[in-house]
Each structure stands twice: as C-alpha cells, then as structure tokens.
C-alpha cells in the first residue's frame, strides 16, 4: 500500500506528460537523437490524488497489527482526529453558493461569491471549489479543486478565485480548468459549492510587524492572497 500512496506524489515520471528518449540518427549511421515522446506512466492528478487517500487505509491496517504493543494508540489517534476532521469539513465547512459570478478572462475564470453565513476568511486561505454543472467528461461534475482565495478589492463580504488554465495530464485529455473556461462564454451566475475556508502558510503573518517571506512554485499563489492584503495599492 505504501508505494501507491508515495510514489505517484513523489516520483516525477507519474506527474510529466512527455519524457525524452533517444532514437537513432535521422541519416540511420550511427549517433543519436533527442526528441519528446508521451508518457505511458503519466497518471493525472485526480488519480494521484485518489490513491493517497489509500493513507487512511494504510493507518487502519496498522491499528490493527500487533494489537499487544501500543502501536494501535499511537496510529489510532491521528487517524480518528484525520477522520474527524474530513467529516466536520464536509458537513458543517461545505457552502452552496447560489448565485456567483463566473467571468471568463484570457487564460482563466474568475470566480466571484459573496461570503455565506458562517463562511469567515481573512483573504489568506484556500477552498475547495466543487462546479456539478460542469458535466463534460467522466466525473468533471464530482471533482475538487484546492484554489487560493482572495479578498474582494471593491465589494464588502465577498472573495475572488482565480481559475487558471492547467494543462492536461494526457495529450488530448479534457481538464477540469479547460472544461470550465469553455463552458463560460460570458459572465454568468450558475450554483457551485465551496470548502473552507482553510488556512494558508502564511495565514499567522498577519500577527507580526516584520515578516520575512520566501515562496517558490505553487506556494507563490497563496503568497499573492496575503501580499496584495497587506499592500492593497500596489
């Protein structure tokens, strides 16, 4: 169990669509040449993300082995509090908002809502965005999306998503970002449900005078919700 929760997260041959092989020289006298191929290993991120939850499954199997050591208490209890939490997120974190703004841009949707009862976000989280109406391709409608959020600049009690344009994991795969960048022709209100919100790295940084922030890759989304709070004119 324990390769299929790690390796498809961790080892870059599951996540790259394309690899580089060698064949023979084009003239066929020897040398070789270099050129990009699809990658038969490839598994998109809904699969990859599907097999780690295989990690509760794991846990469990270890709260049961060896039942005369304390090995049941010391895994029990991060699996009961990992359960707990998934539970009171889907039931008591999960919104319906009724009426958002989709705006379609040039390389991503926008997404506008206006906070629902109970919904508190300080603009330096994430949610998990879940669109039923997007029924193109196999399971697009079930899907969730982790995305960072962003306080409104101009309307009280609302927040902002922004929904950029992800390459497919295969050549000729229909992706969730692209699915919804299609379906949106002009801004439209269609109902969505909303997760979180959740906090982010850099959530307690609003709890100190001088900060010191590094960011690379994709934390660099989370660093803007927090950046452009602090420095809203620039």
């Not at 919104?95 to 206006?114: D, G, M």
């Not at 193109?136 to 079930?142: E, K």
């Amino acid at each position: 169990v324990t390769p299929l929760i790690a390796w498809p997260m961790s080892w870059a041959i599951f996540k790259k669509t394309e690899i580089e092989v060698s064949t023979n020289g084009p003239d066929g006298r020897g040398g070789f040449e270099k050129k990009m191929m699809p990658n038969p290993f490839c598994l998109s991120w809904e699969v990859r993300k599907a097999l780690h939850y295989l990690s509760i499954a794991w846990g469990i199997c270890i709260v049961l082995h060896a039942p005369k050591t304390h090995i049941g208490y010391l895994v029990g209890i991060p699996v009961f509090m990992y359960i707990a939490d998934y539970i009171y997120g889907f039931f008591w974190r999960t919104y319906q908002i009724a009426q958002p703004t989709f705006t379609r841009i040039e390389c991503a949707t926008q997404l506008v809502f206006k906070h629902p009862p109970g919904f508190q976000s300080d603009g330096t989280g994430y949610v998990l965005v879940c669109i039923p109406w997007l029924n193109v391709g196999r399971g697009l409608r079930h899907q969730w999306h982790p995305f960072s959020l962003f306080a409104h600049p101009t309307l009280a009690d609302h927040s902002c998503v922004c929904i950029a344009l992800h390459a497919p994991s295969k050549p000729g795969e229909r992706d969730w970002t692209k699915a919804l960048h299609i379906a949106i022709t002009a801004s439209t209100h269609h109902p969505v449900f909303i997760a979180g919100p959740f906090a982010a790295p850099y959530s307690t940084a609003l709890n100190y005078d001088n900060v010191l922030l590094v960011a690379t890759g994709i934390s660099i989304r989370i660093f803007a919700g927090f950046y452009y709070l602090i420095f809203p004119h620039t």
